[in-house]
């Protein structure tokens, strides 16, 4: 496999563990509300609390994560971008 | 000598200064107002001097912004800094439905409606991982410019042009009739002319200097309106004593809301009953519970298909996508797509509180503001509930006729919770004129992005790729800024008419983009073997069959039954199902693409090296 090939690899992983965390708390977890919704953080019903708050903080975290980890995979492999700042 | 001004390098390194003293300024704007509202200055020239003022400094940003430069009409010259990006994407998400509607929403809709606050983020990480850093590598100006070059031919450009004029015109008419409604009630003007007003007001922000004018004028619009958005809801909930810090502290609310629903009793009013008590249209009474989850499997599938729907549109939309195009790297971009959510989740997380806080604060009876319960009479004479009633928006409807009011007769339009709850918490009139503010700033800064994406896609892939390739930078240019005020003419049009209603909701703009786009956009960067025919062939599929279900089950339509839950609001799980089915199928049974392309595909994959289009292409 040839470095570029490797390269992409592991970006599509990546991809893939994040849409798969972004499934659970924008889908997956609200199958369950009702149950969910016995649950409580901070006081409030857990399912009310997710779609208020919870999920949003979530993504927000998420996509800050998975930028980080995407610079780290492109310079492993040599495919970071030179010369130009923020 | 401004244009020189704002290329050079220190303008770039300058920005927190500049956008900080900005801050600084508007806030003591506001204090300035506090004191003339102190000193006998009435509420309407406090209205007045606060849409003003606040306009006519975009307006200044957009003058200063204005441009010659292709790449920089149509991208900022990609020179936007991440955090910055961030705050104009923001600006350019939130409408002036987020702004003024959505607290309402979820007053009225409660958990139900909130699947929207989980569509309408949750749609970001989409963007980030599978779209913004492949196209900001691709290096185009446009969304149908990738679409165009990815897999070749005029055809699959001019569908892509297509589904993005009507997502994006869907959606424009109603930012158009926002800022109208805004400037008519602000100004003291007819809605008719105000509708102008707001077009005028948001062409000068865009017209000279394009996506760089568009860009630095967001950003000062998102300042205003996250200011006019979280002053409110910090200072109802301290003034009130419900807790310093909403966000974390109202649990205790919400668990109250939960027994008065109990003890007032959720009754849905028929429809005759409210006909015939003269209700005036629009207005709506509480039936729905605050954080109780609806029983039942269809009422978990109806959430889940509702924030799919927001989620996979919000990564087809391409005044969202093209914001993007203007960061200086492709990293930029992956960080500038986080700043973005960031941003947008400061408001969004606020809106349930503000739904919250104004809720407790007309329900709770051991509240002096509460109003359920009490005697009718006595309500007619508080001013705030007098001022509405007269202007059709809110209402009491008697229907027990027992002289006192229950929860089920009460009837408010869902705006009024973001407009009147500063008055109804007796916050000074100072907050009422922000808010004015912030709405004016959320419509314009979402019409603005819209509107540029829908003139660019039609000078950019429309004039110059398709009709006249031989055309010189100026007359580009020209074409652009014609169409901008074609546009915008024809968006402020229809919003005059005051026939938005029948052009429907807001939420048709996702539909219609994810069943057209999302799958084409996908595919194009993560199969190479997704073909021209195959691409050309969904996005047709998928618009047709997408729109053709939508007249069939739409209430101003055909009006039939839903199939599996599937109502107006969601035909685009139709669309873009049809559409992926469609391309894959098609694009198997046609030849794959040359090598070219399948190169082409591999260098978007990367974030170094040169853009696949050039700089003046």
């Known amino acids: 496999m040839s470095n570029k090939e490797r390269h992409w690899e592991k970006t599509k992983g990546l991809m893939m563990l994040t849409l798969a965390i972004w499934f659970v708390f924008s889908i997956v977890i609200f199958m369950f509300g009702e149950s969910l919704n016995n649950g409580s953080f901070l006081g409030y019903p857990l399912a009310y609390y997710m779609c208020a708050q919870g999920s949003i903080v979530i993504f927000v975290v998420l996509i800050f994560w998975f930028a980080n980890r995407q610079e780290k995979i492109d310079e492993e492999f040599g495919f970071a971008e030179r010369g130009e700042d923020e | 000598m401004a244009e020189k001004f704002i290329n ?43 849409v003003a003022f606040t306009v006519a400094i975009y307006a200044l940003i957009g003058w200063i912004s204005r441009t010659v430069q292709v790449d920089a009409y149509y991208v900022a010259g990609r020179q936007v800094p991440t955090v910055f990006n961030g705050m104009a994407t923001a600006a350019d998400w939130m409408s002036g439905a987020s702004f003024v509607a959505m607290a309402g929403g979820i007053y009225f809709g409660g958990y139900t409606y909130m699947a929207f606050l989980v569509g309408w983020t949750g749609g970001y990480v989409l963007v980030s991982s599978l779209m913004a850093p492949y196209l900001r590598k691709f290096g185009c100006y446009t969304v149908p410019d990738f679409i165009g070059t990815r897999y070749g031919g005029n055809g699959a450009r001019f569908m892509a042009v297509v589904v993005l004029t009507l997502a994006s015109f869907t959606y424009v008419t109603a930012q158009i009739n926002a800022t109208g409604t805004i400037a008519s009630r602000a100004l003291g003007i007819p809605f008719e002319l105000g509708v102008w007003v707001g077009l005028v007001s948001i062409l000068l922000c865009s017209m000279l ?28 909930s301290n003034k009130n004593g419900f807790g310093f810090f909403p966000h974390l502290m109202l649990a205790d609310e919400v668990a109250r809301l939960n027994d008065l629903e109990a003890t007032f009793g959720l009754v849905k009013n028929a429809a005759a009953d409210i006909k015939a008590a003269g209700v005036p249209g629009g207005l709506k009474s509480i039936s729905v519970p605050h954080s109780d989850v609806p029983a039942g499997g269809m009422a978990a599938w109806k959430f889940i298909s509702l924030a799919i729907c927001m989620m996979v549109g919000t990564a087809s939309l391409p005044h969202i996508l093209m914001r993007y195009f203007t960061t200086p790297s492709v990293k930029a971009a992956r960080k500038s797509v986080a700043w ?42 508080i001013e705030w509930v007098n001022a509405w009633i007269n202007v059709k928006q809110a209402f009491i409807a008697d229907f027990n006729g027992d002289g006192v ?17 500063p008055e109804v918490a007796g916050l000074p009139y100072v907050i009422s004129g922000l808010v004015a503010a912030g709405g004016m700033a959320a419509a314009m800064s979402t019409a603005d992005g819209l509107i540029l994406a829908i003139a660019n896609a039609l000078s950019h892939d429309i004039y110059y790729k398709i009709v006249d390739p031989k055309a010189d930078v100026r007359k580009r240019l020209l074409v652009a800024r014609a169409l901008l005020i074609v546009i915008g003419a024809a968006g402020a049009y229809i919003a005059s008419m005051r026939i938005t209603s029948i052009l429907g909701a807001v939420a048709w703009a996702f539909d219609f983009a994810m069943s057209g786009l999302f799958f084409p956009l996908v595919l194009g960067i993560w199969w190479k073997r997704a073909t021209r025919a195959g691409a050309v062939a969904g996005m047709v599929a998928g618009l047709g069959s997408g729109t053709a279900y939508l007249i069939y089950v739409g209430p101003k339509f055909m009006a039939q039954t839903p199939w599996l839950g599937i109502d107006h609001l969601r035909f685009g799980i139709i669309g873009a199902s049809v559409c992926l089915v469609v391309m894959v199928v098609v694009s198997l049974m046609t030849e794959e693409p040359d090598s070219a392309t399948q190169k082409m595909v591999d260098e978007v994959r990367v974030p170094s090296g040169k853009t696949i289009l050039g700089k003046a292409h």
């Open chain 2, 405 to 421: 009011l229950q929860l089920n007769e009460w009837f408010m339009r869902g705006d009024v919770v973001v407009l009147a709850t």
């Open chain 2, 8 to 50: 050079k390098k220190d303008f770039i390194s300058n920005l927190p200064k500049i956008y900080g003293t900005y801050t600084g300024g508007f806030l003591i704007f506001i204090i300035l107002m506090a004191i003339a509202e102190q000193a006998g200055m009435d509420a309407k020239t406090i209205g007045i001097l606060f």
């Open chain 2, 209 to 236: 200097g394009g996506m760089r004018a568009v860009t630095w004028t967001q950003v000062a619009q998102y300042i205003v309106l996250i200011i006019a958005y979280l002053i409110p809801v910090f200072w109802i």
């Open chain 2, 340 to 381: 973005s959510l960031f941003f947008i989740a400061l408001l969004y997380t606020s809106a349930p509180m503000l739904a919250t806080l104004s809720k407790i604060s007309l329900l709770d009876p051991n509240l002096p503001t509460g109003l359920i319960g009490k005697p009718i009479a006595e309500i007619m004479q």
